[in-house]
């Protein structure tokens, strides 16, 4: 059974700086699209950002250049490292994935990852003014 377990959350000033974390467990897929999407409170969950086997990324508009996803295969670990962080980015921050990476694309940012199966308990960022 797939589990997915984020942790790094917690609380930050503006311009502070996050690592959050996603272990993997249950899988051993070379192919896949995993991701990192947030839902801050009375909002829609939206997409942050996505990277498949291959390495390939995709970013919301809100975070380019601030936000950095990477995977780490050997250790079934999937990061985001989190840079000027502002206040609205405060929300619950959510790791998922599927295995297969038809799903690693913008329609995935903008739908919020409808299409992905397995996902986290989410991890709480919050950023002060």
């Known amino acids: 059974q797939v589990q997915l377990a984020e942790s790094g959350g917690g609380s930050v000033q503006a311009g502070g700086s996050l690592r959050l974390s996603c272990a993997a467990h249950g899988y051993t897929y070379s192919s896949y699209c995993m991701g990192w999407f947030r839902q801050a409170p009375g909002k829609e969950r939206e997409g942050v950002a996505l990277i498949d086997g291959t390495g390939t990324t995709t970013y919301a508009d809100s975070v380019k250049g601030r936000f950095s996803i990477s995977s780490d295969n050997a250790k079934n670990t999937l990061y985001l490292q989190m840079n000027s962080l502002k206040p609205e980015d405060t929300a619950m921050y959510y790791c998922?994935?599927?295995?297969?990476?038809?799903?690693?694309?913008?329609?995935?940012?903008?739908?919020?990852?409808?299409?992905?199966?397995?996902w986290g308990q989410g991890t709480q960022v919050t950023v002060s003014s």
């Open positions: 998922a994935a599927d295995w297969t990476d038809d799903d690693c694309n913008e329609e995935s940012i903008e739908s919020g990852g409808i299409t992905l199966p397995y």
